[in-house]
């Protein structure tokens, strides 16, 4: 089992800049690709983007490239989304997600989800 637990969601101006973070534990996390959804009230689930377990390869929806940045740190079981010039369609739950094989877009891919943490961005 892995719990995973997002954190650093809130409240932002249009333009603004949060970082939020996914701590994982339970489990060897470098063993773990790591992708992180979103979820606007009354829409379908949206993949954001996914790293592979040793941060090398990342790949994101073509929509949000340039302005949101997956990383990861395997020594802190942390995984994180820079998400910068937010804009009010950004507003959602942001989840994320783990599995043991390879990145996927498919959200039925992963195993694992955290709680999502909530992302408003205000105009």
């Known amino acids: 089992q892995v719990q995973l637990v997002e954190s650093g969601g809130g409240l932002v101006q249009a333009g603004g800049s949060l970082r939020l973070a996914c701590a994982a534990s339970?489990?060897?996390?470098?063993?773990?690709?790591m992708a992180w959804f979103r979820q606007a009230p009354g829409k379908e689930r949206e993949f954001v983007g996914a790293?592979?377990?040793?941060?090398?390869?990342?790949f994101y929806t073509d929509s949000l490239k340039g302005r949101f940045t997956i990383s990861r740190d395997n020594a802190k079981n942390t995984v994180y989304l820079q998400m910068n010039s937010l804009k009010p369609e950004d507003t959602a739950v942001y989840l994320c997600?783990?599995?043991?094989?390879?990145?996927?877009?498919?959200?039925?891919?992963?195993?694992?989800w955290g709680r999502g943490t909530q992302v408003i961005v205000s105009s």
């Open positions: 790293i592979s377990r040793s941060g090398a390869l990342i």
């Open positions: 997600a783990a599995r043991e094989g390879l990145r996927s877009r498919n959200e039925h891919d992963y195993e694992y």
């Open positions: 339970g489990r060897i996390f470098s063993d773990y690709s």
